[in-house]
């Protein structure tokens, strides 16, 4: 995704907020433009793994076998542990088909990769690791999240295709003023772009997708 800053935004796109929500004051017209983007682009950035809405963390200390993605990231899509690919987990692995974890266990996953724990109270992502030692160190593919603005300098995140910003905005206009049919005309078109600037970019790579028929672990004492 490229980069702009909301100022720039602003003067391409507010003609698309509502009339109403502009004062032809700078400040408030700024406040509720990053209000509309603030709303929008969340939508957006939830569409898909869209271009460039992926990036790579390396060297993450991850020996206390507990891990926090912090902001601007959203989720952890595909991990290797020192040198070994490993598996993103949700909580729902902390739990066997039969039988009860063994008692005394010190260990942070009944499962060697990562946990998905969810959101920490403050709203920042929660991972247990294992195993580790202290020394053990991640690589970590990621995903971008929206972070709202509150200044007209911060520097965003946008599609490559900036006539999404359009659309996107013209969507919400119409949901403003139950225009249900507008609205889902909108969206549909920013998805569409979208899907479209995709395809465009990764040209003949394709992702892959890897499966293990017997689950992750399979053999595992316990299982029919």
């Not at 983007?37 to 950035?45: A, D, F, Q, S, T």
């Not at 992926?54 to 601007?72: F, I």
């Not at 911060?154 to 949901?175: R, S």
């Not at 549909?188 to 992750?216: F, N, V, W």
Request: charged share 25%; with cysteine.
């Amino acid at each position: 995704m490229p980069t702009a800053t909301v100022s720039s935004l602003q003067t391409k796109y507010s003609k698309y907020l509502d009339k109403a929500d502009l004062t032809g004051n700078d400040a408030s017209d700024l406040n509720a433009f990053e209000a509309a983007l603030n709303e929008v682009m969340p939508r957006i950035y939830q569409m898909g793994l869209w271009r460039d809405m992926l990036t790579t963390l390396t060297e993450v200390d991850v020996s206390s076998g507990t891990y926090v993605l912090d902001d601007p990231y959203d989720c952890i899509l595909s991990a290797i542990l020192d040198d070994d690919p490993t598996i993103i987990n949700s909580v729902w692995h902390d739990y066997r088909l039969f039988g009860e974890p063994s008692e005394g266990s010190s260990s942070t996953t009944l499962m060697g990769g990562f946990i998905d724990d969810g959101y920490n109270a403050s709203g920042k992502r929660v991972y247990r690791v294992g195993p580790v030692d202290s020394t053990t160190k991640a690589t970590l593919l990621v995903r971008r999240k929206w972070v709202d603005v509150d200044a007209g300098a911060n520097t965003v995140y946008i599609p490559n295709d900036a006539t999404i910003i359009k659309h996107a905005l013209l969507g919400k206009l119409a949901e403003d003023n139950a225009d249900v049919e507008r609205a889902d005309y909108h969206w549909g078109t920013a998805q569409r772009l979208m899907e479209a600037d995709l395809d465009s970019y990764r040209g003949g790579a394709k992702p892959k997708l890897h499966l293990a028929p017997d689950g992750i672990g399979g053999g595992m004492a316990g299982m029919y």
